[in-house]
């Protein structure tokens, strides 16, 4: 006997298969993002660690600037200092010299000689004497008499005229004197 089946059958329906290359491709994009959500972290972690650096090494440069300033304020501070106890010395040194060159001048002046005037030039350096000689042999003896002198190093006779007052002849002399430092 046949048997003859009227009543529909369901057909089983091929099952298809996917394609290989969409599955590869699937799981390569998710590897993919994975992998760049993974380097993403990494190097933000990195560039966020530099960052923090940078800052720490930019208020350390600061701090180190502050130091510097503070430094060289000192220095100039201590610069000052030194240049203001050097005027100190040297005036303190300077103190007496005036009255060892009036000293001096006066101490090896001839008889028959006399000042009308003394000029300091050059901060002291430098002496203009204005004087007046009853003979030519007195204004030469009184220059040798300054040559002798240890504490001038240079005297030159500026000038010599032969003048006449209150009815006597006698000799306006001019002297400039260096001081031995």
Known sequence: ????NL?????????????????AMFFITIA??????????????KVLAKKSLVAANDAKIAELDRKIKSVADYEKRNQDYKARKDIIEKLGKNR?????????????????????????Q?????????????????????VNNLKGSTLFSDVFLNESVQSQISG?????????????A
Not at 96 to 120: C, H, M, Q, Y
Request: aromatic share 12%; with cysteine.
């Open 1 to 4: 006997m046949i048997k003859v």
């Open 7 to 23: 009543l529909p059958v369901k057909k089983k329906k091929k099952s298809r298969q996917f394609p290989g290359f969409i599955v």
């Open 32 to 45: 993919a993002i994975a992998a760049g959500v993974f380097l993403s972290y990494r190097y933000s972690e």
């Open 96 to 120: 007496t010299l005036p009255v060892k060159v009036l000293d001096e001048i006066s101490a090896r002046l001839p008889s028959g000689v006399w000042f009308n005037s003394v000029d300091l």
């Open 122 to 142: 050059n901060s002291g350096s430098d002496i203009t004497l204005q004087c007046v000689a009853f003979t030519n042999t007195d204004v030469v003896n009184y």
């Open 168 to 180: 006597f002849n006698v000799y306006t002399f001019s002297l400039i004197i260096k001081v031995k």
